[in-house]
């Protein structure tokens, strides 16, 4: 074993691999040098009780910077990324200006090197997100940009996401898709059924979802391109993609802690607080969320951490911006609200958006000699109760507020470094 400057001590090692009793011995350039028992070094990190596993990755983080530094900064959300266990997370485009070009890319990579986890910035399909025209992909994915999209919007043209999925099998790149046909969501502000009508608010139907994904499987069908679908929301769109995947197509899910954790009823009070795109679904819905993480039809869950200024959160309901935060919550959301065991928690929250995302060589990976020591130390026991105003984040537009959850990150490792310690952020 090389030499040990520091050592996590006394946990269980949990990774793709299995379960182990063993402490994780790390070096001086950020690697893991040991894996075993009884194991010494300078520095010795308590993980008594505790579960030491490849850090969180989210595949689907809004960051606001450059354009909107009010309501979240790089650093700022990387900070609250950290505590919630995640050492990366990708970056999506629909900043102000968009990230559609190498110059955009260059400047999130710059913010992301300070950062308290790495920030893998997510390219525009179309430039400006508008759906008219590619970006250009060629230049952002030389910049080492893995995931595009235009979250915030459904590429509406066919034949454009067509051109753009020929585009992406030639750079190797994968095409994430907002799920949304316009038409169908116009003027729409929560799911359409029975909540919507009681309170007179304008719905979103499920088919405005649905008829995108499956437009997309047939794209990817056609031309062979992976495809990775966002926040999926509605039981259609799960049964879609359960079927591709049987077809043996190249099709990746996410769900997010929201859509299999609440419903439409929630909006009962229109607090903007529930407001988010895609909506809030049915009680089946949900239901259909929470079977898909547990059969692998869904294959992450993501956070769509969507931070924004209070000020804005406080306007009516249909004039409030959807969007929730969450990377602080996520992991414990899922370890109360789920009933999977702890490894198929974190096959949802590490390993397997690590693969999608393209960051499985340093993100995600065995706890294993020789890989990167991005890691987080998780009490699976210890409870506690969400506070908005003791979040990292620059916002608090957290509909979790006062709810009672289970499992928490006491450290989190990046390259090596304690970024967070019992709970605390160290930079």
């Known amino acids: 074993m090389g030499k040990a400057v520091l050592v996590i001590k006394g946990g269980e090692v949990l990774d793709e691999t299995g379960r182990r ?32 596993t490849p850090g969180l990755v989210d595949l689907h983080t809004h960051l606001r910077q450059p354009g909107r530094e009010e309501a979240e900064t790089v650093e700022s959300g990387s900070r609250a990324a950290a505590l919630g266990g995640y050492t990366a997370v990708v970056a999506m485009p629909n900043t102000e200006p968009a990230i559609d070009c190498a110059s955009v890319v260059r ?85 359409e059924g029975e909540w919507s009508s009681r309170l007179g608010i304008p719905g979103i139907p499920a088919l405005a979802e649905e008829l995108m ?30 079927a591709a995947k049987a077809e043996g197509l190249a099709v990746t899910a996410e769900a997010t802690p929201h859509h299999f954790t609440l419903t439409h009823a929630e909006v009962v009070g229109y607090d903007p607080l529930f407001k988010v795109n895609p909506p809030l679904r049915s009680v089946e819905d949900v239901v259909a969320v929470k079977a898909g993480l547990a059969d692998g039809t869904i294959d992450a869950i993501a956070t769509d951490h969507a931070p924004h200024a209070q000020e804005t959160k406080e306007a009516p ?55 990167p020591a991005n890691l987080c130390v998780i009490d699976p026991t210890a409870t506690w ?31 090596g470094e304690p970024v967070v310690l019992d709970g605390e952020a160290q930079r």
């Open 21 to 52: 009793r063993a402490d994780v011995a790390i070096g001086a350039e950020g690697d893991v040098v040991g894996v075993g028992a009884d194991l010494d070094g300078n520095r010795v990190i308590d993980a008594g009780g505790c579960l030491v």
């Open 107 to 191: 400047e999130v990579i710059e913010l992301g090197a300070k950062a308290l986890c790495d920030v893998t910035p997510a390219g525009a399909i179309t430039r400006g997100r508008a759906g008219v025209e590619l970006a250009p992909m060629a230049e952002m994915a030389a910049l080492g940009v893995h995931l595009f999209t235009d979250d915030g919007a459904g590429v509406q043209d066919a034949r454009l996401m067509r051109r753009a999925m020929e585009y992406a099998t030639s750079l190797g790149v994968t095409l994430g898709q907002h799920c949304e046909d316009e038409s169908l969501a116009a003027g729409g502000h929560m799911h």
């Open 213 to 242: 994904v499956w437009r997309d499987i047939a794209l990817s069908r056609l031309t062979g391109a992976p495809v990775h679908f966002l926040h999926l929301s509605t039981a259609g769109s799960i049964e879609l993609v359960r």
């Open 317 to 371: 309901f249909d004039e409030a911006p959807p969007g929730m935060v969450g990377l602080e919550t996520a992991l414990a959301l899922a370890t109360t609200e789920l009933g999977l065991p702890v490894e198929a928690v974190l096959t949802l929250l590490s390993w397997r958006p690590a693969r999608i995302a393209g960051l499985a060589a340093e993100h995600g990976g065995p706890v294993a000699v020789g890989r």
């Open 385 to 415: 109760v969400v506070d908005p105003a003791t979040s990292a984040s620059r916002s608090r537009n957290n509909p979790f507020a006062g709810r009672t959850l289970t499992g928490r990150v006491r450290h989190t490792m990046l390259r």
